[in-house]
């Protein structure tokens, strides 16, 4: 059984950081692309990042300059370093995991077949 749980969430100020961390089981981790993806109320869920198994990344041109997604196959785990946070960065943010070869086009929802439950990210003004 495949499990992806994040961690790491919780209300920051703005202008501050949070490292989120993504812990996977039950498949070949490093296999796998690892995504991040956020959602805010009332939005659609929206693209962050993606690590490709080779460990190449995307990132939503947003994210670029702030945002560092990593990955430590050793531990099964993916991390989104999130700095100078904004109130617009609120969301809940989720980690997911697909197989295939990497490219932008892992910015759609559909390429990812694992979903983990988010964690809440609160920035506060």
């Known amino acids: 059984q495949v499990q992806l749980v994040e961690s790491g969430g919780g209300l920051v100020q703005a202008g501050g950081s949070l490292r989120l961390s993504c812990a996977a089981s039950?498949?070949?981790?490093?296999?796998?692309?690892m995504g991040w993806f956020r959602q805010a109320p009332g939005k659609e869920r929206e693209f962050v990042a993606v690590?490709?198994?080779?460990?190449?990344?995307y990132y939503e041109d947003s994210a670029k300059v702030r945002f560092t997604i990593s990955r430590d196959n050793a531990k099964n785990t993916v991390y989104l370093r999130m700095n100078s946070l904004k109130p617009e960065d609120t969301a809940v943010y989720y980690c997911a995991a697909g197989l295939g070869p990497i490219s932008s086009t892992w910015r759609a929802t559909s390429r990812y077949k694992y979903w983990g439950q988010g964690t809440q990210v609160t920035v506060s003004s």
């Open positions: 690590i490709g198994h080779t460990g190449s990344t």
């Open positions: 039950g498949l070949t981790f490093s296999a796998y692309n």
